[in-house]
């Protein structure tokens, strides 16, 4: 996992929700880094610097492009 690179950035869990079920389902390889411990912390995410969401560098541009379908859609919108 040390080539995976951070593509964004995320305060809560509740906020990752969707994009993981659409990570999961298409099967992209990811890692949502202090999901846990920010689960267990919510107040402690700014200490340990969010969730982060990290891909392998070929997922980049399909991943950028979920981000963005996400942030278009105004039910569906990450913070």
């Known amino acids: 996992m040390a080539e995976f690179v951070t ?3 995320f305060n809560f ?3 990752i929700l969707v994009l993981k079920s659409i990570l ?3 099967n992209i390889p990811h890692l949502f880094l202090n999901e ?4 267990v912390n919510p107040m402690a995410s700014i200490a340990y610097g969010g ?3 990290k ?3 070929n997922d ?3 991943v ?3 981000l963005d379908q996400l942030s278009e859609n105004n039910n569906l919108k990450i913070v």
Do not use: C, S
């Not at 846990?36 to 689960?39: A, E, P, S, T, Y």
């Open 51 to 53: 969730i982060q969401l």
């Open 24 to 26: 999961e389902n298409d």
């Open 13 to 15: 869990p509740h906020e």
């Open 36 to 39: 846990n411990l920010i689960g």
């Open 64 to 66: 950028q492009t979920i």
């Open 55 to 57: 891909v392998h560098p």
């Open 60 to 62: 980049f541009q399909t």
């Open 7 to 9: 593509i964004a950035i």
